[in-house]
């Protein structure tokens, strides 16, 4: 008898038979590919994913032997060798099978690395020639299902990262089954589309029951407009409204509207660029919706092994798992899912294990990219790749949600595709709507002192200054405080704003600042560009230092956000110091120039034209020569390159793929604020967490994620120098906290700077 897994049971009647586990892996990763047309795909790897644990040394393993056993290859050995003519698709099915637990390997040479498939493919295996007594190599299908795009090597690329999705998943929940059944029974959230649409609908009417003002009626009136457009047919559709129109609510409402219309469509998935506004979204879909059916997704702690780490842990790492919510962040089965752009990309392009295994779960899904010009920049391209795919073949519906539409048209409208997928515009008039919304006076100001902006800052009532870095942030904020601390007049409600703050001090101070604002009481912020995308506050005065185009009118929508004037005014400034090289430079130098020729000609700087503009002169300028900045890591060229022979380097591509390009460790700070600091009591949330997390035997996702609101990310140089310096305590093994925040953690501005 051959097994699959073991138990803690001498006992080998109660193991997992090996050919069970072989059946019921290939009838589940069926199922999942057959959402994409691809089910006789999904069941011969399944199939013959373990082969190689009909060998006798693998059957050791189960009984204790620590000898590491290679049982992932003989599966892809042998689809190749059945293939025949088929071999050069027989390559997708052996990438996934030789991958299942070490990840989807670069295709490599026979010479070359030893995790590469090539090589794989040829080395010395332990005997399994016991399989063929039990298993029957099924025949390769002669074809795909799947309708011709842009570039067809991304497309198999692509199509081998969903069947491996498909695998992983079944695998790790049939393994689930078998050792955890109890566990198994609580995964999986149904949808029910007209429920939440009928939970939306009676929260819009009590939460908006007639509007009282005229801007009041303009949400009104766009609301209904957006949300009679659902019923459209699935595709790629762009959501082009101004800052502060609603755009949050009415993109779940036209969601939750096509869903019901599309009954194929089984999930909503948010992707936003800023975690600190996916707590604020998550709440509200929460509070619409219901607690069971939203998953909040923005950790990036993984747990990947190599093979060897997965075979010893595999029926550990099964029983630690928790709840619904907890298993749901694995593979994304809940009908709402709130997540980064980081987490949602770079699961499209990674080729661990972890990240993939949600990937088929995207199939069939409404996804909706929240301040969508955010994904402009190295990676658009690829960006725009994966969703066009996902649209063509994966029957998902996109929205791009945004004041200022990056070009995707430009980039998806290529001339080698046969059949185009066009983007589509939700709002009949947004040229109409931008003007209705224009709620603000843009000024450009040229370039100004940092002596010269304290001077009109400290004698404003309520005004909002954003800067490029937090380096100016600081130091425009501590040139403040010390005219503060030596003037007679002193400057009430003075606060900062940067990610040198840990996200539950920037609530914090959000919420003072809100409640100043509200009450007409003074009140300044200095603040970098993570104000721009999603926070609700409404200031009378925006002062924005130089940048993108895109970035000052996030800026203005910060100001008059509610129509309480006439007009607001913005002013947008340089500092002495000029732009930091590369993208703030590029782009800042085109707004530049946009914003003088408008106001010149008595034009508005941020309308819909404006705009397209400013990103037709950022594309040119991004497809200089032979260069094309929108891959700026040349990930379609990599897919390409070898693209015909199926030849991909799917790990070097997940190792380039990443968003944030410079590397940060997270700090953990014991932050209290001014009220918990008068109860000395270990009853404050941070005690509590730390409690658990030194008396907890392994680091779960769930302790991490009630940890993130007191994570400050640093430079890997400067956390470095505080970890030398001894300044950092290691309170969990990679988990690091400030050791002294009374020095090195200031109420004001955060993490004070190492390097002074």
């Not at 380039?656 to 997270?666: K, L, N």
Request: hydrophobic share 40%; glycine share 6%; aromatic share 8%.
């Amino acid at each position: 008898m051959y097994y699959a897994h073991s138990t803690d049971s001498a006992n080998k009647s109660e193991w997992q038979l090996l050919l069970n586990h072989l059946n019921e892996v290939a009838q589940l990763t069926a199922k999942f590919a057959s959402q994409f047309g691809m089910e006789k795909w999904g069941y011969i790897a399944g199939y013959l994913h373990d082969l190689g644990k009909y060998s006798d040394e693998f059957q050791s393993r189960l009984d204790g032997s620590s000898r590491r056993v290679d049982h992932s290859t003989a599966g892809a050995r042998e689809i190749i060798k059945a293939a025949g003519s088929n071999q050069r698709l027989a390559v997708i099915l052996s990438y996934i099978i030789a991958g299942h637990h070490s990840g989807l390997p670069n295709y490599g040479t026979i010479s070359g690395a030893d995790s590469c498939l090539a090589r794989r493919l040829v080395k010395d295996l332990d005997d399994y020639s016991a399989a063929f007594r039990e298993v029957k190599i099924p025949a390769l299908p002669a074809q795909f299902s799947l309708q011709p795009g842009i570039s067809s090597s991304f497309q198999m690329s692509f199509l081998t990262r969903m069947l491996f999705s498909c695998l992983v998943d079944a695998d790790t929940l049939n393994t689930e089954r078998f050792l955890n059944p109890d566990q198994a029974d609580k995964r999986g959230v149904a949808a029910n589309f007209p429920v939440l649409l009928k939970r939306f609908q009676d929260y819009m009417a009590k939460r908006f029951p007639k509007p009282g003002s005229q801007i009041d009626y303009l949400r009104t009136e766009i609301f209904n407009e957006c949300i009679g457009k659902a019923s459209q047919p699935r595709g790629l559709f762009s959501l082009t409204l101004p800052t502060g129109s609603g755009k949050t609510l009415i993109s779940l409402g036209f969601a939750l509207g096509h869903a019901v219309q599309h009954k194929e469509l089984e999930r909503i998935i948010y992707a936003i660029p800023h975690t600190n506004i996916i707590e604020q979204n998550a709440a509200i879909f929460r509070d619409v919706l219901g607690e069971e059916v939203v998953l909040e997704h923005h950790s990036n702690v993984h747990h990947d092994t190599d093979e060897s780490e997965e075979l010893i842990k595999e029926e550990q790492e099964v029983r630690r798992l928790r709840d619904t919510r907890r298993l749901s962040e694995e593979n994304w089965d809940i009908p709402v899912i709130v997540t980064t752009n980081v987490q949602f990309f770079e699961s499209l392009f990674s080729h661990k294990r972890s990240q993939t295994r949600k990937l088929h779960n995207l199939t069939n899904s409404v996804i909706v990219l929240d301040e969508a010009q955010m994904m402009n920049g190295a990676f658009f391209k690829p960006c725009m790749y994966a969703l066009e795919e996902l649209v063509r073949n994966y029957g998902c519906t996109v929205i791009m949600c945004t004041a200022t539409q990056p070009p995707a048209s430009e980039i998806l409208n290529h001339p080698r595709m046969k059949q185009q997928i066009n983007v589509k515009e939700i709002v009949t008039h947004p040229e109409l709507r931008f003007r209705q919304f224009e709620r603000v006076k843009v000024c450009s100001r040229g370039i100004v002192s940092l002596d010269g902006l304290v001077e009109e800052l400290k004698g404003l009532p309520q005004a909002l200054c954003i800067v490029n870095t937090r380096k100016t942030a600081r130091e425009l904020f501590e040139t403040l405080q010390h005219i503060q601390s030596r003037s007679a007049n002193t400057l009430e409600g003075m606060y900062h704003l940067s990610a040198r703050m840990c996200p539950r001090h920037r609530m914090a101070i959000l919420y003072k600042v809100r409640q100043r604002l509200e009450s007409g009481q003074p009140c300044l912020l200095i603040s970098t560009q993570l104000i721009e995308a999603g926070v609700d506050v409404d200031f009378p005065e925006v002062y924005r230092e130089l940048a993108g185009l895109d970035s000052v009118a996030q800026a203005a929508g910060r100001c008059n956000r509610n129509g309480k004037l006439s007009h607001g005014k913005v002013h947008v400034f340089e500092l002495g110091q000029g732009l930091p090289a590369g993208w703030m430079s590029l782009t800042g130098n085109i707004a530049r120039t946009i914003l003088k020729d408008s106001l010149e000609e008595g034009l508005d700087p941020l309308s819909v034209s404006a705009v397209e503009r400013y990103f037709a002169e950022l594309s040119y300028f991004q497809h200089i020569g032979n260069r094309d900045s929108t891959d700026g890591k040349e990930i379609i060229a990599k897919i390409e390159r070898n693209g015909r022979q199926l030849a991909f380097p799917f790990a070097e591509i997940g190792r380039e793929f990443r968003m944030i390009d410079e590397q940060m460790e997270p700090v953990i700070i014991p932050f209290k604020t001014e009220e918990e600091k008068l109860v000395e009591d270990n009853s404050a949330a941070f005690s509590i967490l730390l409690k658990r997390l030194r008396h907890a035997p392994q680091l779960s996702r769930e302790l991490v994620r009630k940890l993130q609101p007191y994570t400050v990310q640093l430079y890997e140089q400067e956390y470095e120098a505080f970890k030398q310096a001894g300044e950092l305590t290691e309170i969990s093994p990679g988990i690091r906290m400030l050791e002294h925040p009374d020095l090195w953690y200031s109420q004001q501005i955060g993490v004070k700077p190492y390097f002074a």
